[in-house]
């Protein structure tokens, strides 16, 4: 049994849910996003409160009854609080800055990467940290994953593109003989 998908979801008053055969509509402000559990689990949505169950007890409906339930309890979270990833930026002369809709990053290449900041997301640059906010939690992780991936973290020296939270396993460089 899912440990997780048991658990129901309480609904804030600001967000409005509604359920439409198996699309779970969740909608706050102008910001409108959507679950669509292709029925492989049932829905309930009652009193501001959510709550799946497996149409079988087949493996695939019960690994689709925790998933889709985390996936709308994250799908809330978005809509209230959002979502942020950070990224460090460690190397002289590495640098950030946001233009407008771009976000220019001078990683030690000869030229500079532009990246274009999709719509719904928010950049912005301090000193050497990148923070990346947003409603969708796939969206800033794969955001995170793609800047990180122009120059990752290199196990000598540490330069590079890392998360906030991540550490670096650092190699011990050449030692000379005597």
């Known amino acids: 049994m899912s440990r997780i998908g048991k658990l ?8 409005k849910a509604t359920l439409d055969g198996t699309v779970l509509t969740f909608t706050k402000g102008a910001t409108t996003q959507t679950l669509d559990t292709l029925g492989n689990c049932g ?4 009193d501001n409160t959510l709550t799946f169950s497996t149409n079988s007890d087949q493996r695939a409906d019960r690994a689709f009854w925790g ?10 979270t978005g809509l209230t609080t ?3 990833k950070k990224l460090e930026i460690n190397g002289v002369g590495y640098r950030a ?4 809709k771009v976000l220019n990053l001078q990683l030690g290449f000869s030229h500079d990467i532009n990246f274009d900041i999709p719509a719904g997301v928010d950049i912005s640059v301090e000193k050497n940290v990148i923070s990346i906010k947003g409603a969708d939690k796939q969206q800033i992780g794969q955001i995170a994953a793609v800047i990180r991936s122009f120059r990752p973290p290199e196990p ?8 906030s939270d991540e550490t670096i396993l650092r190699k011990a460089g050449k030692t000379s003989k005597k």
């Not at 129901?8 to 967000?15: E, G, Q």
């Not at 800055?97 to 407008?100: F, H, S, T």
């Open 97 to 100: 800055a946001v233009n407008g």
């Open 8 to 15: 129901p979801i309480s609904i804030p008053a600001d967000v």
């Open 156 to 163: 000598y020296k540490g330069k590079g593109v890392k998360y």
């Open 43 to 46: 829905v309930v949505l009652e």
């Open 67 to 76: 998933t889709y339930r985390a996936l709308a309890a994250n799908i809330i």
């Open 82 to 84: 959002g979502f942020e």
